[in-house]
């Protein structure tokens, strides 16, 4: 991670960590970076989620922009992947969404894609930096004429709606299903979406006023989706998104959690099985559980793991050729259709599989097996967290925990990208085993770094 950016982009407390001045030096130092050497005008397109703040970090960020000369589409309130598809669809140079993701509304962020879709690479994002911390290098201002323009993109979602309709060969006819939009950036597409390609959808969280992002819903928070979909019959799955949309979690017919690595083991084994999952591979990261390692062994696929991220996720997909990839928690990644996670279209390929099938998604969820798994998260300082990397009582610790499990386990401790978290996480064979070791890493590293 670099001094700005995480795992995913720009995050702070708005008005506190993320500022106004911050967004527009941000809107600047990327403008230059992304079009240096170009000689026609830069166009950026932006797009933002429902919180509070977006309108006031996109309109500092677009002032930013247009003030070395670049031209800015507000798409207005978009999912993150449909920032990610229009920078294509557009001709843009670049994109940038305001958001912070699944975090609670008083965070906010800013992520930046470059002129094919893709997050940018660390290196591009260290060059941002250097201009925005250290100041080095003249960010020459223009004038007059000169000036960029903000124009706004009414169809943005419309034409975004269009290509996620695309990638699936039928309509959802005759399926009953429950969306839960976060409150969020699905807010302004699911309900349309769904309805369009026939199915009855049940669309709930959809009414964003600001400051109920991720708020008691959404994939981070999914016992209502749960217990709503169990209590209802008619409803063959439940869908949860995150607040930018590029996350998606399944809830079964039966009200019980289907995540990030379970979807992806239902649909690589059918891509797998119709000659459609490239090099017989799918791509995790470092927190796949070991279930869904198992599971590719035992049908013949590969499985090649990644650092945390959904961006080194991408990375090693484009390294190799690879199609489907993904995380836990639910950015997956179908690289025939999009450039990043993307959650309402990795709800339509797994819907379009269940309806195909015939199959309920409980049995569908059976071909892994997950192996217990506690994750704990520890809120820490921001010196904490650059402490944790030479704290030799916390590597002595997961070094003693890690010797404990043997071959029968894995411990992971690690700064999150986007929060101030340390997180651990210990997988094993015994459950009161994985507890105890998990609480006790845990409390050492509040100990040490709280």
Avoid: W
């Avoid at 020459?140 to 990638?167: F, M, N, W």
């Avoid at 890690?402 to 997988?427: A, C, N, W």
Wanted: with cysteine; charged share 25%.
């Amino acid at each position: 991670m670099g001094r700005l950016f995480g795992t995913d982009g720009v995050r702070g407390i708005a008005g506190k960590d993320m500022t106004c001045e911050l967004a527009m030096e941000i809107g600047r130092a990327a403008a230059t970076v992304l079009t240096y050497g170009r000689r026609r005008r830069p166009l950026v397109v932006l797009g933002k989620d429902t919180r509070l703040s977006s309108d006031m970090l996109g309109a500092a960020l677009a002032a930013g922009l247009c003030s070395v000369g670049a031209d800015v589409i507000d798409l207005g309130v978009i999912s993150t992947p449909a920032v990610a598809y229009l920078v294509g669809k557009y001709k843009a140079d670049a994109g940038v969404m305001i958001s912070a993701s699944h975090n609670p509304y008083p965070f906010n962020g800013i992520k930046i894609f470059g002129g094919e879709g893709f997050k940018l690479p660390d290196e591009l994002e260290d060059q941002i930096e250097t201009l925005v911390l250290d100041k080095a290098g003249e960010i020459p201002l223009v004038s007059g004429g000169d000036l960029g323009q903000i124009t706004h993109c009414p169809s943005a979602v419309r034409d975004y709606i269009e290509h996620l309709k695309s990638t699936i060969p039928y309509s959802l006819d005759g399926m009953k299903i429950a969306v839960d939009c976060a409150n969020g950036s699905a807010s302004a597409s699911a309900r349309t979406l769904f309805e369009e390609l026939g199915a009855e959808a049940v669309i709930l969280s959809d009414r964003p006023n600001g400051v109920n992002i991720n708020e008691g819903c959404g994939s981070t928070h999914m016992e209502a989706l749960k217990e709503y979909v169990a209590s209802h019959e008619e409803i063959v799955a439940g869908v949860a998104f995150d607040g930018d949309a590029d996350r998606c979690l399944f809830v079964d017919e039966k009200g019980n959690e289907v995540d990030g690595d379970f979807i992806m083991a239902i649909c690589g084994l059918d891509m797998f099985q119709r000659g459609k999952l490239r090099r017989a591979t799918i791509v995790g990261t470092v927190l796949t559980n070991m279930g869904f390692a198992r599971f590719c062994t035992q049908n013949g696929i590969h499985f090649a793991a990644t650092k945390v991220g959904d961006r080194y996720v991408l990375e090693e997909m484009e390294l190799e050729g690879y199609n489907l990839g993904g995380e836990q928690s639910g950015h997956v990644i179908f690289r025939e259709f999009a450039t990043t996670g993307d959650g309402q279209l990795t709800a339509l390929q797994l819907l379009c599989l269940l309806k195909r099938s015939g199959t309920p998604l409980s049995e569908l969820a059976q071909v892994m097996s997950r192996m217990p798994q506690v994750m704990e998260n520890v809120e820490v300082s921001a010196q904490g967290k650059l402490q944790f990397y030479n704290n030799e009582a916390i590597k002595q610790g997961v070094a003693q925990a890690k010797d404990q499990l043997g071959d029968r386990g894995r411990v992971l401790v690690r700064v999150s990208g986007t929060e101030p978290l340390v997180r651990v996480m210990v997988e094993g064979e015994d459950p009161a085993e994985i507890q105890a070791l998990a609480l006790s890493l845990a409390d050492l590293v509040r100990r040490e770094l709280a």
